[in-house]
C-alpha cells in the first residue's frame, strides 16, 4: 500500500546561493495524490511473479466525500483483515473531513502510467466510481474552525481508536449544549469488532473519554494485555490545565457499561510526563517525568493484568501517594520504582539545578474571558530582596502564539533549563514566557478566534497578560519592558511593536512572518480560509505586518529583526516584504542576517550563540 504524490504542478521557490524546492503558496495548486495497492503473486513452479497494481480513482474518492473536491490525502492504511484499506480525506478550507474504506478487490487494475493525477484520464471518468464504491467510516464538519490532523488513528485492529475535537453545538451560535461542555477539546472513540458489522456507520464509534480537558493526540497508544483485556493509554491536562499526566482506560466491554480512566502517573501533582512506552508482555509502563525541582528521570510502574483484582503490593512505600490503576478492569498497582541518573550525571546535575533560576506561574482571564498563562523568572537578587525597591525590574517578555503550541507547563523543571531566561535573569533583567488565547492548555472553540484573523487578537493578550503581571508583582517596571520571538513569536513581536508600541519599548523579531499570502498553503489556508474567498482577503491584508508599518516607532534601537537566508520554512521574502514597507514608512530598524541559516538557526552552533549574545547585550544597553 502506498501513496503516489504528483508534484509536476508545484511553484518552486529559489533561495540565496540558488537553492531551489517545490513550496506551494496560499491559493498556489497543491500536490496531487493517488492511493495504489501492489500485489504480487509468486508461482514457484513456474519460476515467474506476477504484479499487478490497483488505483483508487479520484472520481470515486469525490463521490465518496460527498461531491466535493477532496484535496488531501491525509492518512491512510489496511483495515483488520487486510481485505479493505481506509483513507482520511481533507477539503482544500480543511474544515471537512471524512475516513473512508474501499474493499480491495473492487479497485480497478490499473497500469502504471494511469496512477498519476495529473497525466490520466483514469482519475477524471466518472463511471468508474460507480464500480468502486467507498463506505463512510467516519465524518466530520467544522466550519467554524479547522479539522485537525493528528497521528492518533488506529484502524489497523480492533479495537479501533480515532481522535477528535468535540463539534460545536449546530443550533446553538454560543457553542455547545448546556450538558456538553467538552465542545473544542480533543477526545477518543472507540469501535469495537462487534459494532463494525456495519461499515458504513460513523455511530458504531463510541465516545471514550470526556470532560472539558485534551487528550494530547500524539501520545494515545492502545494496549492489549496478555490476559486478553484491552485499554487505552494516553496523556491529557484532565487533573490540571497546565499539567500533563498519563492515563490508563480499559475500553468497556459494552456500551451500556462505560469505564472511568485511572491515572498511571505516580505524583500527579508533582509531575510534568514527558513520553512513556510500556511492555505488555512484562506487564511494565516506564514513564520519563520532571518535577519542578527535579530534572527529568524515568519511572518503572509494574502493574498485574489479570481477571481477579489484587491490592498493591505492601513492598513499595509509594503506591499509596495516588490512585493508579487501581481496580480498574482487572488491573492494579504491585509496585513502582524511580530510575536516578547515571553517577557520572550526578555531580553536573547537582551543580546545575544550584543555579537555576525557577519560575513562577500565573494565569489570568483575557478580555474574551479565556484563560492566558504565563511563567515569570525574576533575577535572583530580586527574589532573596524581602523589600525590593517598586517598579525597579525591567522585563522580556517571550512569546510564541501560534495554534496549539504550549510554552507554559506546570511542575516541568526543562522549562527554568532556557539559556536565554537564565542569562537575562542573571543580568538583573526579568523573563516571563507567555501562551495566548491559543495555547494548547486551552480548547479548540478558543483558538478559533484566529480563523480568518490572524493578526488581530494577539497583541491584546499580550497586552492584557502584561498588565495583570505588572499588578500582581510590583517590582516590575511597565516601562521597561521588551518582546522578543521566534516564527509566529517574530510575527507576534512586529505584531506588538506596530500595533502597541506604546507597552512595549524593544522588539526582537526573528524568522518572522511578515505576509501569510507568502506562507505555505496547508498550514495558512487552515486558519486564514482560501484566498478567493472576500472574508478570507479581508483577514490576510489585515494579518500582513506592512499593513501595520505605519504604526513602528520612529525612534532607533527598537526595533530588530533576524533571518537565515537559507529559511525552508518563513522565507527570507517574509522579512523583505516588513523591509520594504519599514522604508516607505521611513521607520528605523535594525537587522541581523544570518547567510548559510536555516528556520532556527540550527546549522552552526556559533549562529544561535552569536544572536543570543546580541540579544542579551542588547537588551542590558537599551532596556
Given at each position: 500500500l502506498m501513496l503516489h504524490t504528483d508534484t509536476t504542478m508545484l511553484r518552486r521557490v529559489t533561495l540565496e546561493g540558488d537553492e531551489s524546492f517545490d513550496f506551494p503558496r496560499v491559493g498556489d495548486a497543491n500536490a496531487a495524490s493517488s492511493v495504489v495497492v501492489v500485489q504480487r503473486v509468486c508461482d514457484q513452479a513456474r519460476g515467474f511473479k506476477k504484479t499487478t497494481m490497483r488505483c483508487i480513482p479520484h472520481a470515486?474518492?469525490?463521490?465518496?466525500?460527498?461531491?466535493?473536491?477532496?484535496?488531501?490525502?491525509?492518512?491512510?492504511?489496511?483495515?483488520?483483515?487486510?481485505?479493505?484499506?481506509?483513507?482520511?480525506?481533507?477539503?482544500?478550507?480543511?474544515?471537512?473531513?471524512?475516513?473512508?474504506?474501499?474493499?480491495?478487490?473492487?479497485?480497478?487494475?490499473?497500469?502504471?502510467?494511469?496512477?498519476?493525477?495529473?497525466?490520466?484520464?483514469?482519475?477524471?471518468d466518472e463511471s468508474v466510481s460507480s464500480t468502486c464504491v467507498g463506505c463512510?467510516?467516519?465524518?466530520?464538519?467544522?466550519?467554524?474552525?479547522?479539522?485537525?490532523?493528528?497521528?492518533?488513528?488506529?484502524?489497523?485492529?480492533?479495537?479501533?481508536?480515532?481522535?477528535?475535537?468535540?463539534?460545536?453545538?449546530?443550533?446553538?451560535?454560543?457553542?455547545?449544549?448546556?450538558?456538553?461542555?467538552?465542545?473544542?477539546?480533543?477526545?477518543?472513540?472507540?469501535?469495537?469488532?462487534?459494532?463494525?458489522?456495519?461499515?458504513?456507520?460513523?455511530?458504531?464509534?463510541?465516545r471514550l473519554t470526556k470532560g472539558a480537558f485534551n487528550v494530547k493526540p500524539n501520545s494515545v497508544q492502545r494496549v492489549v494485555w496478555k490476559d486478553g483485556s484491552i485499554g487505552v493509554l494516553y496523556e491529557s491536562n484532565a487533573l490540571d490545565r497546565l499539567g500533563n499526566s498519563l492515563y490508563y482506560m480499559p475500553v468497556p466491554v459494552t456500551p451500556a457499561t462505560p469505564s472511568s480512566a485511572k491515572l498511571v502517573t505516580r505524583f500527579p501533582h508533582d509531575e510534568c510526563i514527558h513520553s512513556y512506552a510500556v511492555s505488555t508482555e512484562?506487564?511494565?509502563?516506564?514513564?520519563?517525568?520532571?518535577?519542578?525541582?527535579?530534572?527529568?528521570?524515568?519511572?518503572?510502574?509494574?502493574?498485574?493484568?489479570?481477571?481477579?483484582?489484587?491490592?498493591?503490593?505492601?513492598?513499595?512505600?509509594?503506591?499509596?501517594?495516588?490512585?493508579?490503576?487501581?481496580?480498574?478492569?482487572?488491573?492494579?498497582?504491585?509496585?513502582?520504582?524511580?530510575?536516578?541518573?547515571?553517577?557520572?550525571?550526578?555531580?553536573?546535575?547537582?551543580?546545575?539545578?544550584?543555579?537555576?533560576?525557577?519560575?513562577?506561574?500565573?494565569?489570568?482571564?483575557?478580555?474574551?474571558?479565556?484563560?492566558?498563562?504565563?511563567?515569570?523568572?525574576?533575577?535572583?537578587?530580586?527574589?532573596?530582596?524581602?523589600?525590593?525597591?517598586?517598579?525597579?525590574?525591567?522585563?522580556?517578555?517571550?512569546?510564541?502564539?501560534?495554534?496549539?503550541?504550549?510554552?507554559?507547563?506546570?511542575?516541568?523543571?526543562?522549562?527554568?533549563?532556557?539559556?536565554?531566561?537564565?542569562?537575562?535573569?542573571?543580568?538583573?533583567?526579568?523573563?516571563?514566557?507567555?501562551?495566548?488565547?491559543?495555547?494548547?492548555?486551552?480548547?479548540?472553540?478558543?483558538?478559533?478566534?484566529?480563523?480568518?484573523?490572524?493578526?488581530?487578537?494577539?497583541?491584546?493578550?499580550?497586552?492584557?497578560?502584561?498588565?495583570?503581571?505588572?499588578?500582581?508583582?510590583?517590582?516590575?517596571?511597565?516601562?521597561?519592558?521588551?518582546?522578543?520571538?521566534?516564527?509566529?513569536?517574530?510575527?507576534?513581536?512586529?505584531?506588538?511593536?506596530s500595533q502597541a508600541p506604546q507597552h512595549f519599548k524593544l522588539g526582537f523579531a526573528g524568522a518572522p512572518v511578515g505576509d501569510w499570502r507568502l506562507y505555505d498553503s496547508g498550514y495558512t489556508e487552515r486558519y486564514m480560509g482560501l484566498l478567493h474567498d472576500p472574508e478570507a482577503q479581508n483577514g490576510y491584508h489585515n494579518g500582513a505586518i506592512p499593513t501595520y508599518a505605519a504604526g513602528f516607532p520612529d525612534s532607533v534601537n527598537r526595533l530588530f529583526i533576524a533571518h537565515g537566508l537559507l529559511d525552508e520554512n518563513v522565507h527570507f521574502s517574509h522579512s523583505s516584504s516588513v523591509i520594504t514597507s519599514l522604508v516607505e514608512h521611513m521607520k528605523p530598524y535594525q537587522v541581523q542576517v544570518y547567510p548559510g541559516e536555516r528556520h532556527g538557526l540550527r546549522q552552526k552552533r556559533q549562529s544561535r550563540l552569536h544572536y543570543d549574545s546580541q540579544l542579551v547585550a542588547t537588551v542590558c544597553e537599551l532596556l
Open positions: 470515486s474518492l469525490r463521490h465518496v466525500f460527498g461531491g466535493e473536491e477532496p484535496e488531501y490525502i491525509t492518512r491512510f492504511g489496511f483495515l483488520p483483515g487486510a481485505s479493505s484499506l481506509y483513507v482520511e480525506l481533507l477539503n482544500r478550507a480543511q474544515d471537512h473531513k471524512s475516513i473512508v474504506s474501499f474493499h480491495i478487490d473492487s479497485l480497478p487494475i490499473v497500469k502504471e502510467a494511469d496512477v498519476p493525477r495529473g497525466n490520466s484520464t483514469f482519475h477524471s463512510v467510516l467516519w465524518e466530520q464538519f467544522m466550519p467554524w474552525a479547522w479539522c485537525e490532523v493528528t497521528n492518533c488513528l488506529r484502524l489497523d485492529s480492533f479495537p479501533q481508536i480515532l481522535g477528535a475535537h468535540v463539534n460545536r453545538s449546530t443550533d446553538n451560535d454560543q457553542g455547545a449544549h448546556a450538558e456538553d461542555k467538552d465542545a473544542g477539546y480533543f477526545h477518543l472513540w472507540v469501535r469495537r469488532s462487534e459494532d463494525a458489522t456495519v461499515e458504513t456507520s460513523a455511530a458504531s464509534f463510541m512484562l506487564g511494565v509502563i516506564a514513564y520519563v517525568a520532571s518535577t519542578a525541582n527535579a530534572l527529568a528521570q524515568i519511572r518503572v510502574v509494574c502493574i498485574s493484568s489479570t481477571s481477579t483484582t489484587t491490592t498493591p503490593s505492601s513492598s513499595s512505600s509509594s503506591t499509596a501517594t495516588s490512585p493508579l490503576l487501581a481496580e480498574s478492569g482487572g488491573m492494579s498497582m504491585l509496585m513502582d520504582r524511580a530510575i536516578p541518573p547515571m553517577e557520572w550525571q550526578l555531580p553536573k546535575q547537582i551543580q546545575l539545578l544550584g543555579h537555576l533560576v525557577r519560575c513562577e506561574t500565573y494565569t489570568f482571564s483575557n478580555a474574551r474571558g479565556v484563560n492566558i498563562s504565563g511563567a515569570l523568572f525574576l533575577p535572583p537578587a530580586t527574589a532573596q530582596d524581602p523589600q525590593p525597591e517598586p517598579r525597579s525590574v525591567p522585563l522580556m517578555m517571550y512569546v510564541y502564539g501560534g495554534p496549539h503550541v504550549q510554552l507554559v507547563t506546570h511542575n516541568n523543571l526543562e522549562l527554568s533549563c532556557s539559556p536565554i531566561a537564565q542569562t537575562l535573569v542573571q543580568h538583573g533583567i526579568a523573563v516571563a514566557m507567555v501562551d495566548n488565547q491559543m495555547s494548547n492548555a486551552n480548547s479548540l472553540v478558543d483558538h478559533s478566534i484566529c480563523k480568518k484573523r490572524m493578526g488581530q487578537f494577539e497583541v491584546e493578550d499580550y497586552v492584557s497578560f502584561k498588565a495583570h503581571l505588572e499588578a500582581a508583582v510590583p517590582v516590575l517596571n511597565p516601562k521597561r519592558v521588551g518582546i522578543f520571538g521566534w516564527s509566529y513569536g517574530g510575527y507576534a513581536t512586529l505584531l506588538a511593536m
